[in-house]
């Protein structure tokens, strides 16, 4: 299993562009999350999923948005990019309520 | 909803010292609890986590925790550190039954030679 695996792992963005950043997992889990994480503090959650076509705001959605339209894919798209969405974003998943996230390597993004 | 709060941003130790990171939560009843580890510029990995039963969890590299329902803590220790456990360290806390978690803010570990 490759487990959770993000495209791409940099990207530098200018004010106003748009870009999706890729999420997968080969595991057949029903739950899915991208997190962003800012030095200091932590990893806030952004959007998550509980399996396909269903999707729910997390702690700082604004300016992103998400959908699922299969099991193993999670896309999180950005519209207007924003200096403020600098960032390293992960993605997660997770196989049930007994079970752990499993985090991908992450997704470092500068806008400018 | 519930909280996790990492009161120490960094923590320097000696090699071979013994180590112990405090992890306090602000919920209503017993929650599923987790310590992660994150290397520089990597993914989070999970050292080890509480759902219920013995209050002592062993995890990975050596790691253990203990919960405390009375002072609402999660704290994770290790005998003898290592220079490679140089990262930083991340407590959660879900509720029973979750499907989101939360996560405290995170503790810098230096180790010094």
């Known amino acids: 299993n490759a487990g959770v695996t993000q495209t791409p792992k940099f990207r530098i963005l200018k004010i106003g562009q748009s870009m999706t950043l890729q999420c997968a997992q080969d595991?057949?889990?029903?739950?899915m999350y991208w997190y962003r994480q800012d030095p200091g503090m932590g990893l806030k959650l952004i959007y998550y999923s509980v399996g396909a076509g269903i999707t729910d705001k997390g702690e700082v959605p604004n300016g992103y948005n998400v959908s699922r339209s299969t099991t193993e894919d999670f896309p999180l798209r950005l519209e207007l990019a924003a200096p403020s969405q600098t960032s390293v974003y992960f993605c997660?998943?997770?196989?049930?309520?007994?079970?752990?996230?499993?985090f991908g390597p992450g997704t470092r993004l500068t806008v400018l | 909803a519930q909280s996790v709060t990492q009161p120490d941003i960094h923590i320097t130790v000696s090699e071979g010292a013994s180590l112990e990171l405090r992890c306090n939560y602000s919920y209503g009843a017993t929650p599923y609890l987790f310590w992660y580890v994150q290397s520089p510029g990597q993914g989070l990995q999970l050292l080890l986590k509480y759902f219920s039963g013995d209050t002592l969890v062993q995890g990975i590299k050596g790691f253990e925790a203990e919960f405390k329902r009375s002072q609402s803590s999660f704290n994770l220790r290790k005998p003898s550190v290592h220079w490679s456990d140089a990262a930083e360290y991340f407590c959660a806390v879900a509720p029973p039954g979750y499907s989101t978690l939360t996560f405290g803010k995170g503790t810098m570990l230096l180790v010094s030679p």
């Open positions: 595991m057949n889990h029903n739950y």
């Open positions: 997660a998943s997770l196989g049930g309520s007994a079970d752990t996230q499993y």
